[in-house]
């Protein structure tokens, strides 16, 4: 089971911190990533990290958001700053333990976190 948290409401400019827990028979050496999908579009993913800590960012996001995780909380990070009404969309975590970087093909996704951004 995957739960996001952290969503919300902010003002272009402005910082959000998502966080999503892992529980159940998914914990273990898992490759994580957020991905987001905003009203009309198709799922993208945002950022990517493997079992051994190396990371991915898709190009809209490098520099402003940075993956992270607390193995000893089961628990995957996305810190977003320098937010752009762009990035408003519903943010997903999934987890896999195939690394699939940022393609959708993880097997295990949350229900998603909204994030939106005002201009």
């Known amino acids: 089971q995957l739960v996001e948290s952290g969503g919300g409401s902010v003002q272009a400019g402005g910082s959000l911190k998502l966080s999503c827990v892992v529980s159940?028979?998914?914990?273990?050496?898992?490759?994580m990533a957020w991905f987001r999908q905003a009203p009309g579009k198709m799922r993208e993913g945002v950022a990517s990290i493997d079992s051994d800590g190396n990371t991915s960012y898709a190009d809209s996001v490098k520099g402003r958001f940075t993956i992270s995780q607390d193995n000893a909380k089961n628990t995957l990070y996305l810190q977003m700053t320098s937010l752009k009404p762009e990035d408003t969309a519903m943010y997903y975590c999934a987890a896999d333990r195939t690394d699939w970087w940022l393609l959708p093909r993880y097997n295990y996704w949350g229900q998603g976190t909204q994030v939106t951004v005002s201009s």
């Open positions: 159940g028979v998914i914990r273990g050496s898992l490759c």
